[in-house]
């Protein structure tokens, strides 16, 4: 297969993204002396100013971290819970059965900021400023507005003048949609950094001191107290066809701090994956694994039909076992059930050669709850003016031209020559999803969308709750537990699905990074979706149009509904890697063509 682009190697450092600007920004650090925990947390902020549309400031951040000199590998979790007030409740006195997926609703205590810095304090060597100079550079200078960022705008617009008049001040400066390639800046956003990193200076010399100073600022001080303002005194229309006020208040966002937690693993052939727990949709990911072995998938062509239906079939399966995540500080949720030998046997064998469009989730002991498919199927995306307020997911509806902008999300992976690695989810707080506060430059997140307002259900809305979040990172150790790789793909319910494909062509198959980055793609429509109005299609699968016609004949055949999509429409991968020898290698989608591995 030929190549758009060559696997980046080198020694002294890697990082690839889903933005140009982040790779850049990251690599720049790692020039100056940091590690990859310092890049990474630079890259994440240049994200929030490249792609408001894809991650915010108070959105949400999943996030793996492998230390060389230690071998120990973490979790960070940026999820940040639900308020205080957030009960089934008060959201059924509204006459609701869903959480909307826009407006104020949805929204959660913000992670994302308070994860980055996290990961500065605990693994980082350089300073607050060193780290939120550049996207305060170009927060202030503008960044150049791409294809999809344009049109983004152009679709939201409308619904900025009519209901979120705050997003058009901040988003669309004096009025008008920019360019493609015209400079969108956020001086508010900017200020709002500045004040931070003047707060956390006032502390003092000791780095650390700052970064906690600027952490306190955030959940304690004029960050909250803005927040706090903005939810007591506004109300927004969202896509339930109402204006509703927010339930986060200042409160909750006192004292809130991200953690670290001990990944998920399991191994597969001679490598370990790790992933994030059930508060994200990363086990599945495993689960999908344990029923695809290396010894069955290494005899299968890697762009054949019996591949693409294996890996869709077990993929099916694990995801019907999602809806069993949940937070599990406050949810048992049977882990090691889901991932037993025995257990993935039975699954394994629930596997035929034709496919099986049925509601399978797994027979668990003293599980009783399960996820309502027939209702799942029967809903559908709004339409008209409500379906410009996306479904829930970053999308949004361009009324003028009745075509719909597909939302995403953002990831990066830094690997410096020491072997550190960091593979980073940001997502959330999307300026399409919920109006901008004014004294802050940003927008909320609205996590919370995937949660249910049943409460037998183990992902069911309760206060102080994580909602299971579709962010899902990985890391990939190798048999003396040493970080291997890291990688991953913004997607929603598609990260796992996109990531299984490409690991066993690169781990079992032998695909070099860019190649499998590159191959033919493919995803399920078969599980609900995660976000409102938590739609299914059963039996759906799309496929890129590269895959060759016999191969799409053949998943016709075996029983799939079939959706054939353009080339190069499936996949957001990036991914950088460390062999023995310490030699760096990074790989980056070219679809949409903003993406790059950097590295020398």
Not at 173 to 180: F, I, N, S
Request: contains cysteine.
């Amino acid at each position: 297969m030929r190549l758009t682009r060559p696997e980046i190697a080198g020694w002294y450092g890697v990082a690839s993204s889903s933005h140009w600007l982040a790779s850049a920004t990251a690599m720049r650090l790692l020039e100056r002396g940091g590690n990859a925990f310092d890049a990474a947390v630079a890259a994440g902020f240049v994200l929030q100013v490249a792609t408001p549309h894809l991650n915010g400031p108070a959105g949400d951040l999943a996030l793996l971290c492998h230390e060389a000199a230690s071998g120990d590998t973490q979790a960070l979790c940026g999820q940040g819970p639900t308020p205080a007030a957030a009960t089934i409740e008060r959201f059924r006195a509204l006459g609701l059965d869903l959480i909307p997926g826009t407006g104020l609703l949805p929204a959660v205590v913000p992670g994302a900021y308070d994860a980055w810095l996290a990961l500065l304090a605990e693994k980082g060597t350089v300073t607050l400023r060193e780290v939120l100079e550049p996207a305060i550079g170009y927060a202030l200078r503008g960044v150049p507005v791409d294809e999809r960022l344009h049109a983004t705008l152009q679709a939201s617009a409308g619904m900025f003048a009519r209901h979120w008049p705050d997003s058009q001040a901040v988003f669309l400066p004096g009025g008008a949609v920019p360019a493609v390639g015209g400079l969108l800046a956020n001086p508010v956003l900017a200020g709002t950094w500045g004040r931070l990193l003047e707060q956390a200076e006032a502390a003092g010399g000791d780095r650390l001191r700052q970064i906690e100073a600027a952490r306190a600022a955030w959940s304690d001080g004029f960050v909250a107290e803005a927040i706090d303002r903005f939810c007591g005194r506004t109300v927004a229309m969202d896509v339930s066809g109402a204006a509703h006020g927010a339930l986060l208040t200042g409160d909750d966002l006192a004292g809130w701090r991200a953690v670290f937690e001990a990944p998920v693993t399991q191994a597969y052939g001679v490598h370990v994956v790790a992933k994030c727990g059930p508060w994200t949709q990363g086990p599945a990911l495993l689960q999908a694994l344990d029923l695809l072995p290396p010894d069955e998938m290494a005899a299968l062509d890697p762009l054949g039909g019996a591949f693409v239906h294996r890996v869709a079939e077990a993929l099916k399966l694990a995801l019907a076992d999602r809806e069993l995540y949940a937070d599990p500080a406050q949810v048992e949720v049977p882990l090691g059930r889901l991932l037993s030998r025995d257990y993935a046997a039975a699954r394994r064998a629930a596997i035929g050669e034709s496919a099986d469009n049925r509601w399978r989730p797994g027979d668990l002991a003293g599980v009783a709850w399960r996820a309502d498919y027939a209702a799942a199927c029967a809903r559908k995306r709004e339409d008209g003016l409500l379906g410009a307020y996306g479904g829930g997911e970053p999308t949004v509806q361009d009324l003028g031209r009745l075509t719909s902008v597909v939302g995403d999300t953002c990831h990066l992976d830094v690997v410096d020559a020491a072997g550190n690695m960091v593979s980073a989810t940001p997502s959330g707080g999307w300026l399409q999803s919920s109006p901008a506060i004014p004294e802050l430059g940003f927008p909320l997140g609205t996590r919370a969308q995937v949660m249910w307002l049943d409460p037998e259900a183990p992902g069911a809305l309760a206060p102080g709750r994580r909602p299971r979040s579709t962010l899902t990172p990985t890391l990939v150790l190798d048999g003396e537990g040493a970080g291997y790789l890291a990688c991953g793909t913004p997607g929603g319910d598609q990260q796992e699905q996109w990531q299984a494909a490409f690991l066993i062509r690169h781990l079992v198959h032998g695909m070099g990074l860019q190649e499998a980055i590159e191959a033919p793609a493919f995803h399920s429509e078969h599980a609900p979706n995660s976000f409102y109005p938590r739609h299914a299609s059963p039996g759906r699968l799309v496929v890129e149009g590269r895959f060759a016609p016999a191969v799409q004949d053949e998943l016709r055949a075996r029983g799939h509904d079939l959706v054939v999509g353009d080339d190069w429409s499936e996949g957001r991968l990036t991914a950088a890697a460390r062999d023995a020898s310490g030699l760096l290698r990074a790989g980056a989608n070219p679809r949409g063509g903003l993406g790059y591995a950097v590295g020398r």
